[in-house]
């Protein structure tokens, strides 16, 4: 991301008079995990499809970033792995989870995938999007509530390592999803459950996602406002998955603290 002065764009106002809440994506919105992410499912895919290609005599074709946005991002971890196989025409028993990450079935991928990142994680540490957080700060000095709805079940690892916690009065991420028998997104169910834990109605609730997977569930779920952002991939792409709007940088989007029944 360049360094510069993002560029103004169309202006994106969130005002209390039209919403009550606001509930952030993590990886790729929030915190830079997304590319952590992105390169522990390449160097899983990668493999499994070059052994793959070895004994079945066919050609490798490598995991690609596009592979990432249509397939995987913002899926939970499973779900990922079953949408991604599928595209190939290959598919795995699922395994059990007291598999270790070995097992050639979707749990044991999904075991070494999460191996992989955290291997990066330790490596890396976390990175934040300093837009999204002065946007998180501004919204909650304006009397907004935040939640945090993530498909990833290290979300509150991440957070900690970050020291975001205090910016969220809700978590609804992988293992809360899991616990409460909730399916992930596309599914707007784990959006609806953040909104219910804030006490918020959907149509006063804003949602802000990188993926597609997350822009969908956050349209059918019928909320006020989806804010796409765009950190990777073509232009308007999030939009014609189902963003009211696309940005590329948070600290373009304002904040009005007025709420209703305010005239000045």
Known sequence: MPSSEPPVSAAVVLS?????????????????TAEVHAAAWKRLFDAYLEAHARRSGGPFQPFTAEDYQRYVDGRPRLDGIRCFLASRGLTLPE??????PEAETVRGLGQRKNGYFHETLEQRGVGVFEGAVGLLERLRAAGFRTAVVSASRNCEAVL???????????????VEAGRLGLPGKPAPDTFLEAARRLGVPVERAVVLEDAQAGVQAGRRGHFGYVIGVRRAGPEEALVRAGADVEVTHLSTVRVDARARGTTR
């Open 16 to 32: 209390r008079r039209d919403f009550d809440a606001a509930l952030f994506d993590l990886d790729g919105v929030v915190t830079r």
């Open 160 to 174: 900690r390592a970050a020291g975001l916690e205090h910016l969220f009065d809700a978590r609804v991420d992988g």
């Open 95 to 100: 395994g059990s989870p007291e598999e270790g």
